[in-house]
């Protein structure tokens, strides 16, 4: 009964202490020089496994609370208000008239930063 009831404690202590706020970290996204619009940006553990961490892009800003520290995957998409398009290209688009800003396959995604617990700003051009 003792066992259990030390095991209870420490898992209370756990919960109650937690591992921390995590880091804020905010930034610009910009393509040719320019501030992105509106898209998405992921931050995933370089590693494979962990928590994630996304925001939207505004303006060219984002702004992300509790980031844990360590050694992130960064993507970045995004897709036109409504670009204009032929009706050959609409139609291949089934109607959407959107185009890709920052595509997921974009040759910068998957850049690796590292995020430290003194890390608070990170730019990205794309």
Do not use: W
Request: proline share 6%.
């Amino acid at each position: 009964m003792r066992n259990v009831l030390a095991c209870a404690i420490v898992v209370a202590l756990v919960l109650v202490t937690g591992c921390g706020e995590g880091q804020k970290v905010s930034g610009t996204v910009t393509v040719d020089g320019s501030p992105l619009p509106k898209g998405h940006i992921g931050f995933a553990p370089a590693a494979g496994s962990g928590e994630r961490f996304g925001a939207e892009v505004l303006d060219g800003h984002y702004s992300i609370s509790g980031m844990t520290p360590g050694k992130k995957r960064v993507t970045v998409t995004s897709m036109s208000e409504k670009a204009p398009m032929s009706r050959e290209e609409a139609m291949a688009n089934r109607g959407n008239n959107q185009k890709e800003l920052i595509p997921a396959d974009h040759p910068k995604n998957g850049q690796v930063v590292d995020v430290t617990e003194k890390t608070s700003t990170l730019d990205f051009e794309y």
